[in-house]
């Protein structure tokens, strides 16, 4: 019998911290025992994705198959954890309706204002110049999750407090065991 699996979806804005954070929760699964996958937006979309834009369309594509894979993982035993901006609550919304596993959502949350003190990639600075267009944040839209299943505030936390809020949260819905 396969044990069950489920997805972990992080979502944000970039630099919230969603790949690092998603990287530290496969660790820590892995080291508990458990079959983990990550898949990383920026990954997915220079191997799975190329070719694809930053139009709505372009980017509603690329959830699509980070959650199509997620499903196929988690309806495997495996846990999928996906960190991807994910900046549409219908998309992310749809993504959730076609698992068959439990869906928990992960909301890295933290202010614009840290975010361009950090531009841990240099976009941010890019992006307020005008040298990036379509921008999750700056010149395009990211829709919060209304009620997600968990909600990270990156700014005020440590990454060690924020994984084990998550594997609390793991551990209370006994997706995980502690």
């Known amino acids: 019998m396969i044990e069950p699996g489920f997805t972990l979806w992080f979502t944000g804005l970039p630099c919230a ?7 530290g929760m496969g660790s820590a699964l892995v080291r508990r025992g458990y079959r983990a996958e990550t898949l990383d937006g ?17 980017r509603d594509t690329n959830i699509r198959r980070i959650g199509f894979i997620a499903h196929l993982l988690s309806r495997n ?10 900046p549409y609550r219908a998309t992310r919304e749809e993504v959730r309706q076609k698992h068959e596993a439990p869906f928990i959502e992960v909301f890295v949350d933290c202010p614009l204002e840290e975010l361009v003190r950090r531009d841990c990639k ?7 110049s005008g040298d990036i267009s379509n921008f999750t944040g700056v ?4 829709e919060p999750p209304i009620s997600p299943d968990v909600h990270l505030h990156t700014d005020a936390e440590t990454v060690e ?10 551990e209370r819905r006994k997706l995980i065991g502690r």
């Open 17 to 23: 911290g969603k790949s690092t954070l998603a990287s």
């Open 42 to 58: 920026d990954e997915i979309r220079a191997n799975l994705s190329r070719g694809l834009g930053f139009s709505r369309e372009d």
């Open 77 to 86: 035993g495996v846990i999928a954890i996906a960190a991807a901006v994910s």
């Open 122 to 128: 240099g976009l941010y600075a890019r992006a307020l």
């Open 139 to 142: 010149s395009d839209p990211y």
């Open 161 to 170: 407090e924020s994984l084990a809020r998550v594997l609390e949260a793991l």
